[in-house]
């Protein structure tokens, strides 16, 4: 079971990215999907999540409005594209599967590596 993040990067104050989440070993059918971000010396915290049974989607509200989670199950990814990007978005970015509709990572049983997102002009 492995999930790999990618598409972070540098990006200017009101940019946008995309990053995804490859997973391998599993199905991502069957899981709630979440985006969760830390910055230096701050706890993880949830930014987004998709739920596996019809596809809802919550947001952090630090982020509604800019952010979107999105999954395609053919190809086994879920995505998170980022737009308006402000300094405050600076943070390593994780995807994550669990069984249930939740932001709290504790909740989380599969973890991906992480992608570093750095906002700065």
């Known amino acids: 079971v492995q999930l790999q993040a990618s598409g972070g990067g540098l990006v200017q104050p009101g940019g946008s990215l995309r990053l995804s989440c490859v997973a391998s070993g599993f199905s991502l059918d069957y899981f709630t999907m979440g985006w969760f971000r830390q910055a230096p010396g701050k706890a993880r915290e949830g930014v987004s999540c998709?739920?596996?049974?019809?596809?809802?989607?919550y947001y952090a509200d630090s982020v509604k409005g800019r952010f979107t989670i999105s999954r395609d199950n053919a190809k086994n990814t879920v995505y998170l594209q980022m737009n308006s990007l402000e300094p405050e978005d600076t943070a390593v970015y994780y995807c994550?599967?669990?069984?249930?509709?939740?932001?709290?990572?504790?909740?989380?049983?599969?973890w991906g590596q992480g992608t570093q997102v750095t906002v700065s002009s």
């Open positions: 998709i739920d596996k049974s019809d596809g809802s989607t």
């Open positions: 994550a599967a669990t069984n249930i509709a939740t932001m709290t990572p504790d909740w989380y049983d599969y």
